[in-house]
């Protein structure tokens, strides 16, 4: 079992697995980006970069290639270990250990925010407030009922339900509803359009599958549900959710009518921004814009506070960062009210980048005093040994 | 097995299973599982919920299946000043998007349209319009020169630019990819609004359906106050909900819904010509061999807005700032058809149909309000150009007499 151990860790820590890996993921980043002729960003994150594996027809043959979550976690578990074994921990490594110590920290900083981060947008008119930011990718079917003020939902991800064409299914369930949905036709890329025949589609429409974008956020997407009550009480009621729809598709259930919706991924930050005003300077003569930023109105709870928000000064407060990320209309002609896009995300290691780069450099400082200890006490030496063999 | 069986056992029970058959029986099995998870249904637990959340969209009572996918408008979304048009057979209407008034799939191809689009202000200019269609098409600007040879045509009773285009469409942003596509447009700028009609795609079939466009782009024309949407086609809406999509719909007084209801006859001054006739308009008349003035004789359903409306509409075709109802009221009158038309006499800049802005420009006009329509006579055109023919404009207005019924 030792003997096993010790050949597991010496193959995990080997040079050639890092250089092995390191050309895989060289490999991996060519074939990424190259496939975004044919793909949306979006997507060649996911199949390539955020997968265990995946398949690239050659010349028809489909060949199996490691995905980037396999290889970056071979290489980090590559690193981990061999800086283990090679590790030497006297003091004079001291310095060298820190920086390894922050790197490891910048790392795992990454890892948590592609775990557990959610990233939007919100747009604000002038005078408007907002609370919720979209993804712009994402969509999700979102189940409200009851007390319109409650203000709480049921949400199902896309990726639980977007298999559901082609013949098969997904049936939604929670023991807070009185009724499971029934999820079928889930085209990606889609528009309604009026039935050509009766009995076709749902309700006199047709969901016609468009052909997915170059462009992901572009995609508009459309599936039928079937509202199926339990215990058998009232019929199953079925309807066409499309992600454009003007409002959600309201259906009763008993006493109770729920708005079920189909729409982009939302989130809730932990406090409401007013935008006040918006700002922009143009280069002369041109729509282009020169700087541009917004000034709004961070309400928490009872608490306002003002905050100027650009491109490089995000606004910051418990996890959520907004930067101002566009601007509209874009168009002179059009004369609507400004409005201020912002990019917002959650991630719960946000500053741990910043924080293990002051790691890194404590680290490289202490290195750097150790070698220069080290240095003078050398160079005092050889002086000593100098003047000695001079007087001798 | 056989061992544990007692003697009396039947010998089925007593003989085993064939090895190769247990073999089959498993696989059988398993492929059985692997097959029941691959289709059919598959049930998913909701675990996401959130509370707190804005209830910022809910379905109004009563709406139906069509209202929500935004097929119809509902009622306090229809603006004033929309648009009706003949929708040819075999056009399949599409949903509604900002800004896009109407549109529609070409021969079943999802990636040959046609649009109606309406943008609030006219400006820009006709050039910079062409320049992004063409640019929408892969090709290389155009200057002014060629811009003025382009073809015209009438768009919402005005002259309208005719453009043909082939090559490889890629969208306003990127989003498209269509090689050996066409592109057929028209577009017009009304005082309030730019109006573009396009239809591009697939070349063949853009080909196949021209006739088509241009009998739909000549339709189109202001519904009948009230009516809400178009015959034969689907109705107009409103902006959807959020700031990202697009302008609130302009209204659009005074232009143009159909010929007078009680005909006019007119005698053409010395020294000018009839031009052909054009929809929305009862006459078109200009000095022999003048290119760059015209007078106008046009007449539309009802008050088209009202007095304050059309003047102002006429001085923001000018360039120049609007004026409140007590400006009007000032403004001198002159005799018409038996009655007193408002005369409006300005000077200021206007964009011709070539996109090209005409200096020291002026405008004469008169607006006559009569019980069931309005009637418009305009002069435009270069200021010492409209100096000149205002004896053959006066000489129009004073010759014009209602039509003998028949």
């Known amino acids: ?392 | 097995m056989r061992a544990m069986l007692p003697a009396s056992a039947p010998a089925s029970l007593a003989s085993p299973v064939p090895a190769a058959s247990r073999r089959i029986a498993l696989v059988a099995c398993l492929c059985a599982v692997a097959l029941a998870g691959c289709g059919g249904e598959k049930t998913v637990e909701i675990t996401d919920k959130r509370e707190d959340m804005p209830r910022d969209r809910t379905a109004p009572p009563g709406a139906t299946t069509a209202d929500r996918l935004g097929f119809r408008a509902t009622a306090e979304e229809t603006p004033r000043g929309d648009l009706a048009y003949d929708v040819p057979a075999g056009w399949e209407p599409l949903p509604p998007k900002p800004m896009r008034k109407a549109g529609f799939r070409l021969g079943g191809d999802p990636q040959t349209e046609c649009t109606l689009i309406t943008l609030p202000q006219a400006g820009g200019g006709m050039l910079a319009n062409v320049n992004r269609w063409r640019k929408q098409m892969s090709l290389e600007p155009i200057d002014e020169a060629a811009l003025a040879a382009l073809p015209k045509d009438t768009l919402l009773g005005r002259p309208a630019l005719l453009v043909d285009l082939e090559g490889r469409y890629v969208g306003m942003g990127g989003e498209a990819d269509v090689s050996g596509a066409k592109l057929v447009g028209m577009l017009t700028e009304l005082p309030a609004v730019s109006v573009f009609v396009k239809m591009v795609g697939n070349g063949k079939i853009v080909d196949a359906e021209r006739e088509h466009f241009l009998a739909f782009a000549r339709s189109v024309r202001m519904a009948a106050a009230g009516a809400g949407h178009a015959a034969g086609g689907p109705p107009p809406v409103g902006p959807s909900a959020g700031p990202s999509s697009g302008p609130d719909r302009p209204a659009a007084p005074g232009t143009g819904a159909g010929p007078a209801s009680v005909p006019v006859r007119f005698t053409v001054p010395e020294g000018f010509e009839q031009r052909p006739d054009r929809s929305m308009r009862l006459a078109t008349i200009a000095p022999k061999g003048a290119t760059d003035l015209e007078i106008v004789l046009s007449s539309f359903p009802g008050d088209v807005g009202g007095l304050v409306a059309n003047v102002n509409r006429w001085r923001d075709q000018m360039g120049l700032d609007r004026v409140e109802a007590a400006a009007v009221a000032a403004l001198p009158r002159r005799k018409m058809l038996g009655g007193e038309a408002v005369l409006v006499d300005l000077t200021g800049h206007y964009t011709d149909m070539q996109g090209k802005t005409v200096e020291g420009a002026k405008l004469v006009g008169l607006v006559f309000e009569r019980a069931e329509d309005t009637l418009f006579v305009k002069m435009t055109g270069p200021g010492p150009a409209v100096e000149a023919a205002r004896a053959g404009f006066d000489a129009f207005v004073a010759s014009l007499a209602p039509e003998a019924p028949k």
């Not at chain 1, 690239?56 to 043959?61: K, T």
């Not at chain 1, 509803?177 to 009995?199: H, I, Q, T």
């Open chain 1, 1 to 392: 079992m030792r003997r096993f151990l010790r050949a597991v860790v010496k193959v995990l820590s080997s040079l050639r697995l890092a250089f092995a890996t390191f050309v895989l993921l060289l490999v991996l980043v060519f074939i990424g980006t190259w496939q975004q002729q044919y793909e949306s960003l979006f997507d060649v994150q996911g199949k390539y970069f955020s997968s265990w594996y995946f398949t690239l027809p050659i010349y028809g043959v489909p060949l199996l290639f490691p995905g980037g979550t396999l290889l970056l976690g071979l290489l980090a578990v590559n690193l981990l270990v061999g800086g283990i074994v090679r590790m030497r921990f006297r003091w004079k490594n001291a310095g060298v250990l820190v920086i390894h110590l922050g790197i490891v920290f910048l790392l795992t900083g990454s890892l948590v925010e592609y775990l557990l981060s959610d990233k939007g947008y919100m747009v604000l008119r002038e005078g408007q407030t907002g609370r919720t930011f979209q993804s712009h990718q994402e969509w999700e079917i979102s189940i409200a009922g009851g007390d319109p003020a409650h203000g709480r939902e049921l949400v199902i991800p896309d990726t639980r339900f977007s298999a559901a064409q082609g013949g098969r299914t997904r049936r939604l369930v929670s023991d807070a509803l009185p009724f499971d949905l029934v999820v079928e036709g889930y085209a990606r890329n889609s528009e309604p359009k009026p039935a050509d025949r009766a009995g076709e589609g749902e309700d006199g429409f047709v969901l016609e599958w468009k052909g997915d974008s170059i462009k992901a956020e572009a995609n508009v997407p459309g599936c039928f549900v079937t509202m199926v009550p339990k215990q058998g009480a009232g019929p199953k009621v079925r309807a066409l959710l499309w992600g454009e729809q003007r409002f959600p598709w309201a259906v009763r259930v008993g006493e109770e009518t729920w708005q079920i919706d189909l729409r982009r991924r939302t989130f809730l930050a932990p406090f409401a921004v007013r935008l006040e005003k918006f700002v922009r300077r143009l280069h002369p003569g041109t729509q282009m814009a020169a700087e541009f930023s917004s000034y709004v109105t961070k309400i928490d709870g009872g608490t306002t506070s003002q905050a100027h928000v650009t491109m490089n000064a995000p606004l910051r407060d418990q996890g959520v960062i907004m930067f101002q990320e566009g601007w509209g209309p874009q168009d002179p002609r059009d004369r609507s009210l400004p409005w201020s896009q912002f990019a917002v995300v959650r991630n719960p290691s946000d500053q741990w980048p910043k924080y293990a780069c002051i790691v890194i450099g404590l680290g490289m400082l202490i290195h750097f005093l150790i070698r220069l200890v080290k240095h003078l006490d050398t160079e005092a030496a050889r002086a000593a040994a100098k003047a000695k063999e001079a007087t001798a």
